[in-house]
């Protein structure tokens, strides 16, 4: 299959690398990548020779959240297409959330926004030190509501309040500390990093990971659709917010915002 915003292979052990690939945009997420990464994951998932899948980023960012093509269109649309754009987010997170191989993270630079929703879904993700890393919505007068619950999921709440409201930038060694990677290391080291994350698998039965991993996942306590509907609401309703016109606004002006004096 052929895709125009990332890119997908296999080596000959049955480990798939899926990169995400606008680097000349920060890999920040439009419509069609959300789009290219669901039925990534519905390929990956029905592949029985796919074992392990690595996720990253192609240039100097992994992700920079959403596009701001993405965004202009947000502003223009009505309440229900908001909410259909914030349900094919929800369910490319959920698809890569419940894949049936181990979905390890190279994270080889900075993630705001949706890419900390991107690195929530990973099972271990392991990042350059060199990264910076925020949940920047706030500050445009919305929140992280789609992704949101992979987020908790990730941190706990204790560790998710800390930066789940603030929009303060973060770096590396506080995002091992917030549970949002497994490590931290030179950018030199990541590759080997990554590797010893992914050749322990290639010696497990696939079937019992899958069935391990769904076993994870549901006393893990789970993400149910009710969570999925109220955080699509939620922002749908900030969407809806002064504030979110006020934020918006600003931002593509080039202007602080009024709550910043």
């Given at each position: 299959m052929s895709w125009q915003t990332i890119t997908l292979s296999t080596d000959a052990r049955g480990v798939a690398t899926l990169t995400l690939n606008r680097p000349e945009k920060h890999n920040a997420m439009s419509a069609e990548m959300i789009d290219?990464?669901?039925?990534?994951?519905?390929?990956?998932?029905?592949?029985?020779?796919?074992r392990v899948?690595?996720?990253?980023?192609?240039?100097?960012?992994?992700?920079a959240g959403g596009d701001l093509g993405w965004m202009q269109q947000q502003m223009a649309a009505s309440a229900s297409e908001r909410a259909e754009g914030a349900r094919?987010?929800?369910?490319?997170?959920?698809?890569?959330?419940?894949l049936p191989k181990p979905v390890i993270g190279r994270i080889q630079g900075p993630a705001y926004g949706g890419g900390i929703g991107l690195i929530s879904v990973?099972?271990?993700?392991?990042?350059?030190?060199s990264g910076r890393f925020g949940l920047t919505e706030t500050r445009l007068g919305l929140i992280p509501a789609t992704i949101g619950p992979y987020v908790l999921a990730r941190m706990g709440e204790a560790m998710a309040r800390r930066v789940f409201m603030s929009a303060r930038l973060f770096g590396a060694d506080e995002a091992?500390?917030?549970g949002l990677l497994a490590k931290a290391v030179p950018e030199a080291d990541l590759d080997a990093a990554v590797e010893a994350e992914v050749a322990p698998y290639l010696s497990c039965a696939p079937g019992a990971v899958a069935s391990a991993k769904a076993l994870a996942l549901r006393l893990g306590g789970g993400i149910t659709e009710a969570d999925?509907?109220?955080?699509?609401?939620?922002?749908?309703?900030?969407?809806?917010?002064a504030e979110a016109g006020e934020g918006i606004a600003a931002f593509f002006a080039k202007r602080k915002p009024s709550w910043q004096g």
């Open positions: 290219e990464l669901a039925e990534a994951a519905a390929q990956l998932g029905a592949d029985d020779a796919v899948v690595v996720l990253t980023g192609e240039g100097k960012s992994f992700c094919r987010l929800a369910g490319m997170l959920g698809a890569l959330n419940a990973c099972d271990v993700a392991i990042g350059a030190n091992v500390t917030l999925i509907d109220h955080s699509i609401g939620q922002l749908v309703a900030r969407w809806e917010s």
